[in-house]
């Protein structure tokens, strides 16, 4: 509801734009007015823009605070599972003890893909990139899901939903596999979700007794809530805007993926260990954080565009690490590498005094890479955890009356001109 009016004055003709509050955050200008002044309203990258309503996450970045539906997401990360988390991102709430049993047995059951989807794979080189692949393979979700779906129909919405966030998981593995010229491994649903996914990429079909640690089982299972959802970034941004075409979800969540893997976003993780290897040996941070300080290189994984604190996912996946690193006993030079760019960030005035913190993508980097994944598949696990809020973004716009998305510009290229024929171009 609008509270109060701002008022606009533009070539001596006053408008009254509402303002509106939300349940937390900053109050927005209705500025749908402006269209009678004959302007528009100009905001690159929609730094300033709330171009939806949503009641499914809200970020403070000056406190560094996430919230999923209202709860925390450390309490989320270090009380709850993924899927209770990926239930509430759905439903609004966690469920209790009858729904989560329900909602985990509906996810089990959707966990196969069609077996027509391998002949998918078989298509692509073996060196593509995973995140190729995933963008290929999920959208061609759609054309198994295409008939008799209704996203006005909650029932449809629910099966979408459920699909998806249970075939994720498989798909990736299946990337990973066919990367490695691995068999394919069949989900198994007497695992859990995180317990499944790790079954599938690095078991093989003479692993009859294969069973999973139990500590990096709860590390990925931590990585994939802490990166649930994270309100309207461009990958959101992006599935909302191509599902108010009305397209197939499939097909939107593709165009999700296709976005994450920008290394401006998902891709950041994958850019952490890019840079290490750039560092080489620790003998070198301290040279390399100079050439940090006089803008000479970009330090990846630390610092946030939204968060001018610490990112509170960081705190999470910082002790999930250090539990990871210590059951492992990893004897990297790589992760000694980034525990020792870690050190100077958080002790140095230079990088405290802007902020400038390791982020989530900085610890789940060397988690990853601990656990032995690739660096080609960071941004698969992040696109897999991420599903979930993204069909929640965009089952939230078609359970209500929504708009196509329709940006405008400021045009700035050539004004009209005639038409000249090619023998008398210059």
């Known amino acids: 509801m609008a509270d109060t009016n701002a008022k606009l004055t ?243 969540i593709a165009a999700g993926i296709a976005a994450l893997w920008g290394p401006s976003h998902g891709g950041a993780n994958e850019a952490v260990l890019e840079m290490l290897d750039e560092i080489g040996t620790v003998e070198n941070v301290p040279e390399f954080m100079e050439k940090v300080k006089s803008r000479e290189v970009k330090l990846m994984g630390f610092g946030h565009r939204v968060y001018k604190n610490f990112d509170p996912r960081a705190k999470v996946m910082k002790e999930t690490c250090d539990e990871v690193l210590e059951a492992l006993g990893v004897n990297d030079p790589k992760l000694e590498l980034a525990m020792a760019l870690e050190k100077i960030a958080l002790e140095d005035p230079f990088f405290i005094e802007r902020n400038l913190y390791p982020n989530v993508d900085f610890y789940s980097g060397i988690i990853l890479k601990a656990i032995g994944i690739p660096t080609s598949m960071f941004t698969v696990i992040f696109a897999l955890a991420r599903t979930s809020g993204w069909i929640s973004h965009l089952l939230e716009m078609h359970s209500a009356p929504y708009k196509i998305g329709r940006p405008r510009q400021l045009y700035t290229g050539e004004t009209r001109r005639d038409f000249v024929k090619v023998e008398d171009r210059k």
């Not at 649903?189 to 093989?204: G, H, I, Q, V």
């Open 10 to 252: 533009v070539n001596g003709e006053e408008y009254e734009l509402p303002i509106i509050e939300g349940t937390l955050g900053r109050p927005v200008i209705d500025v749908a007015a402006l269209q009678e002044s004959g302007f528009w309203s100009y905001d690159p990258g929609f730094k300033v823009t709330a171009p939806v309503e949503s009641k499914i996450t809200y970020i403070d970045g000056g406190k560094g605070e996430l919230l999923h539906r209202g709860y925390p997401i450390d309490e989320l990360a270090n009380n709850a599972e993924y899927l209770e988390v990926a239930y509430a991102l759905l439903n609004g709430d966690l469920p209790n003890a009858e729904q989560k049993a329900d909602f985990f047995e509906k996810i089990r059951e959707h966990t196969a893909v069609h077996d027509q989807l391998r002949k998918f794979f078989e298509g692509f080189r073996r060196d593509a990139h995973p995140m190729a692949i995933m963008v290929g393979v999920v959208g061609a979700l759609s054309a198994f899901y295409h008939d008799n779906l209704d996203l006005s129909n909650e029932e449809h919405r629910e099966i979408t939903a459920i699909r998806l966030i249970a075939k994720m998981p498989t798909l990736a593995a299946m990337s990973y596999k066919y990367s490695q010229g691995e068999p394919f491994m069949y989900p198994r649903n007497d695992f859990s979700y995180a317990e499944n996914f790790l079954y599938m990429m690095f078991a093989t079909p003479a692993d009859v007794d294969y069973q999973t640690n139990d500590v990096i089982t709860r590390a990925m299972d931590k990585i994939f809530t802490l990166h649930a959802d994270h309100e309207q970034n461009a990958s959101t941004s992006t599935v909302r805007l191509a599902g108010s075409t009305g397209a197939n979800p499939y097909a939107c």
